[in-house]
């Protein structure tokens, strides 16, 4: 069976110098795969080239058996089947909850445009909220704004870096069960950058440990868990 996304012996330069070293990976349909790793083994370049915001200088990226990037070309991040959720968020300050979740779909029409914005903020829990600004949120209403961003374009794969990162730990598990709760019902394949076990463990089907640009290991997430109960994410 052809996997959803498919990655072939990709390598990835930042001003001249080597980031991502003969990546292999593929990812099924419906899939959450977690990426661990110590800062800097370009866990985050791995995402950005995927999303396109980065382009290879070797190797191919493919998804549903069609090439997105390989040596003879490249499709710009805007047309590729990709949502991608950044650190940080990225939401736009001067928009509110509903333009904030309606931005990409500028040439649908209003009254299409409002209903999917409004069954996708249902979706997630913020109905209410649509006129809200990002700063009027809390930490975890404003991560859900940005997921339901990207799941509104219905992408093939979910990029998702560092999500839960700047949230405390009581809002981190609520949030990273909303965000499973949302991965499955939408059947949205994701992959999601995270240095916290807890994310891997509760949200993964697999688990990849990258290392100074290449993955080392990549297993199932039950095993994983056995495996470093008592020892952290070490390659």
């Known amino acids: ?3 959803l996304l498919r990655i072939r012996q990709l390598e990835v330069s930042l001003g001249g110098s080597p980031i991502l070293h003969g990546i292999d990976l593929d ?3 419906g899939e959450v795969l977690i990426i661990v790793g110590s800062s800097g083994c370009g866990k985050t ?3 950005r080239a995927i999303a396109g915001l980065e382009r290879p200088t070797q190797g191919s990226i493919a998804v549903d058996g069609a090439a997105i990037s390989d040596p003879r070309m490249f499709i710009a991040p805007q047309e590729r089947p990709i949502g991608m959720v950044f650190q940080g968020l990225a939401l736009f300050p001067h928009l509110t909850v509903a333009q904030n979740v ?3 779909l500028n040439k649908v029409v209003r009254s299409e445009r409002d209903k999917r914005v409004a069954a996708e903020l249902k979706s997630v829990g913020l109905e ?3 006129r809200r600004y990002p700063h009027q949120l809390s930490g975890g ?3 859900r704004v940005a997921i339901a961003r990207s799941l509104i374009l219905r992408p093939r ?3 998702m870096d560092e999500p839960f990162s700047d949230l405390d730990s009581a809002t981190r598990a609520e949030v990273r069960a909303e965000v499973f709760r949302l991965l499955h019902d939408h059947g949205t394949a994701a992959i999601i950058v995270s240095h916290d076990k807890e994310d891997a463990y509760h949200l993964g089907d697999r688990i990849a440990v990258m290392d100074k640009g290449r993955i080392v290991r990549i297993d199932r997430a039950t095993l994983l868990r056995k495996e470093w109960a008592d020892h952290p994410f070490a390659p």
Do not use: D, K, N, R
Request: no cysteine; hydrophobic share 45%; proline share 5%.
């Open 1 to 3: 069976m052809t996997p």
């Open 27 to 29: 990812l099924g349909e």
């Open 45 to 47: 370049t791995l995402l």
């Open 102 to 104: 309606g931005f990409g």
């Open 128 to 130: 209410g909220l649509e």
């Open 141 to 143: 209403q404003q991560q």
């Open 157 to 159: 794969v979910l990029l």
